[in-house]
Nanobody, 115 residues
Framework: VQLVESGGGLVQYGGSLRLSCTAS????????MSWYRQAPGKERELVAV????????NAADSAKGRFTISRDNAKNMVYLQMNSLKPEDTAVYYC?????????WGQGTQVTVSS
């Protein structure tokens, strides 16, 4: 059972990044998927969530209009397209799978936005 994030890095203010998360070892299409982030000294916060079949995708207020979550169940992957990035978006971004009482976390990928 594993989630592996990729696509993080250093980007300038106003730039874009696309994060990817590859799932393995479980029935990906049965799980709701989310992206969380955690900045230094802050609690982990929800960024965006998408239903198991992709019918419902929502972003936190801080991400609305800039971030889009999507998934490809055929490839066992979930994505986070991030546009108009700001320095306050700097954080480690985590992929999460959830179904009933089960939660699976990835190891995280660092996103740094320079001003």
């Amino acid at each position: 059972v594993q989630l592996v994030e990729s696509g993080g890095g250093l980007v300038q203010y106003g730039g874009s990044l696309r994060l990817s998360c590859t799932a393995s070892g479980f029935t990906f299409s049965s799980y709701a998927m989310s992206w969380y982030r955690q900045a230094p000294g802050k609690e982990r916060e929800l960024v965006a969530v998408i239903g198991s079949v992709g019918g419902s995708a929502n972003a936190a207020d801080s991400a609305k209009g800039r971030f889009t979550i999507s998934r490809d169940n055929a490839k066992n992957m979930v994505y986070l397209q991030m546009n108009s990035l700001k320095p306050e978006d700097t954080a480690v971004y985590y992929c999460n799978a959830r179904r009933e009482g089960v939660r699976i976390w990835g190891q995280g990928t660092q996103v740094t936005v320079s001003s």
